[in-house]
């Protein structure tokens, strides 16, 4: 009896410290007078992004409800406080002027334990600069600079899926371009990154392009747990904690090994990605196989969604205005016949109205919601009673700042022309964050854009695109997906165009 009654009294004691541990965490931003929502356990603040909501609204209801309550309000990511940031003023000093005091993200990593979750973007301080050096020039664009290699790949890439939209339009011109884009993305990464050709355009179920899936929909834990990781970094990684499921794990470790092995034995070079990544490995820098796998897979996995999902959101937008659809068909028919007929690397330049429907499109729909930073040390804002405290998350929901109205007029509009000079002149320099800013933005965001570029051009030369009783009108987002991502697909009447 004795025994049974010391261990209640152990639990009783154990729930009542969790209790005001969790109590007293929730009163963070209250104690500093900071404005925030009330937090409820366990989500915190994201309870309806966690059960009913996509994150985009939840997030975009937070950021208009608080942002002109300062420069920026309290939050709780599970049990963890953070904060939105809302003046783009203290945009611009967190991801440029002041970076020095912002360079972290604060993801999780654990390179002994989770090989592959030690990428570029998650990891930080001098790791991340010594990697951030090691991999930029893949993706420089200058004429001698690695894009240019790739550039004709991507484009024998693209004349496969004019290849395979060919037959699926005779058969069916209702097409389901999500997939079939995402397929795209697959083979154009899978080979400039890997150097292998994953042919998932002639074959879905292949193996990347299966694995590719699962990396955004199978998880290792669910979200509740994997709050409490990000929370508590440092116990989680001292219990050996990973957040990436075995099966990718191993597929990615297993592809890389192979390639690197493969190259070096038979002396194969092919200026992409991987062979940087060989060469930084034999000169000494102490580059391993594992820190390639890291890098290779977030080139992969980021690079192959985000793209895809731009270029259907696009064509998405240009078969529901189709004068724009018609203006930069012009355009990209114009570029071809400068060039006799073919599409060359420096037609990319030459087209604005190309550059400006991209841009809108990563104005309406970002892939990547918020940044994410940590706070090194306090920080003081212009208001004295806003301090950042030191080790904070902050997160600046770049799609809520770009779908704010009073920024973007009838932001739900698509115009290509809020991209105009004259246009952007008008506006704050933080109020289009697609890629981020500062030294520590998207590091392959010209090769996403080229790819993008190429894609687009290739399928308005060849195709007319238009909506039809499948299209989801307005979209519905993925709840599971963390980027934005359209649920069941996008279905637009595809019609080939007589040159």
Not at 118 to 138: A, C, I, Q, Y
Not at 206 to 226: D, L, S
Not at 373 to 384: E, I, L, S
Request: aromatic share 12%.
């Amino acid at each position: 009896m004795v025994f049974i009654a010391t261990l209640v009294c152990l639990i009783i004691t154990a729930a009542s410290l969790i209790a005001y541990f969790i109590k007293r965490r929730y009163n963070y931003w209250k104690r500093l007078g900071i404005p925030h929502d009330k937090p409820v356990f366990p989500y915190g603040s994201v309870k309806d992004y966690m059960t009913t909501r996509h994150a985009r609204y939840v997030m975009q209801e937070y950021y208009d409800k608080y942002k002109n309550a300062g420069p920026f309000a309290g939050m709780y990511f599970f049990i963890t406080p953070a904060i939105l940031v809302l003046d783009l003023d203290l945009v611009k000093d967190i991801l440029i002027k002041d970076f020095h005091n912002f360079s972290d993200r604060g993801m999780y990593t654990n390179e002994k334990d989770d090989p592959l979750s030690g990428h570029l973007f998650s990891l930080d301080g001098e790791k991340w600069r010594t990697m951030r050096n090691t991999v930029s020039p893949t993706f420089t664009s200058t004429p001698s600079g690695k894009m240019k290699f790739m550039f004709p790949t991507i484009v024998t890439v693209c004349d496969e899926l004019l290849e395979v939209l060919s037959k699926s339009v005779e058969i069916d011109p209702v097409i389901e371009i999500k997939d079939l884009l995402a397929r795209f993305t697959t083979d154009v990464i899978g080979t400039c990154a890997f150097g292998i050709e994953c042919n998932s355009l002639k074959d879905p179920n292949v193996e990347f392009r299966v694995v590719g899936v699962k990396a955004f929909t199978k998880t290792r834990h669910g979200k509740i747990v994997e709050g409490l990781i990000f929370g508590f970094p440092n116990l989680a990684k001292k219990l050996g904690m990973r957040l990436i499921h075995d099966e990718i794990h191993e597929f990615f470790m297993r592809v890389v090994r192979e390639t690197v092995e493969y190259r070096e034995k038979n002396s194969i070079k092919r200026n992409d990605f991987m062979d940087l990544m060989i060469e930084m490995k034999n000169s000494g820098s102490g580059l391993t196989v594992e820190q390639i796998a890291a890098q290779a897979f977030i080139f992969f996995v980021a690079g192959y969604e985000t793209s895809s999902m731009t270029m259907g959101f696009a064509l998405y937008e240009l078969a529901r205005n189709q004068e724009i659809q018609d203006k930069l068909r012009a355009e990209i028919n114009s570029c071809y016949e400068q060039h006799n007929g073919q599409f060359k690397y420096e037609a990319m330049s030459e087209m604005p109205y190309m550059e400006k429907v991209i841009k809108e499109t990563l104005r309406k729909y970002p892939p990547s919601l918020a940044l994410m930073r940590k706070c090194r040390n306090d920080y003081p804002t212009k208001n004295p009673k806003f301090i950042i405290p030191k080790g904070t998350i902050l997160m600046i929901q770049a799609d809520a700042i770009q779908n704010d109205p009073e920024i973007y007029p009838n932001p739900d509009k698509f115009d290509p022309e809020r991209f105009s000079p004259e246009e952007v002149q008008k506006r704050h320099p933080m109020t289009w964050l697609p890629f981020g800013d500062g030294p520590r933005n998207c590091v392959g965001l010209r090769f996403g854009k080229m790819q993008i570029n190429i894609g687009l051009s290739m399928l308005l030369r060849n195709y007319k695109f238009d909506c039809c009783e499948k299209t989801q009108i307005p979209l519905e987002f993925d709840i599971k997906n963390p980027l934005l991502s359209s649920k069941g697909g996008i279905y637009l009447r595809v019609e080939k165009i007589k040159q």
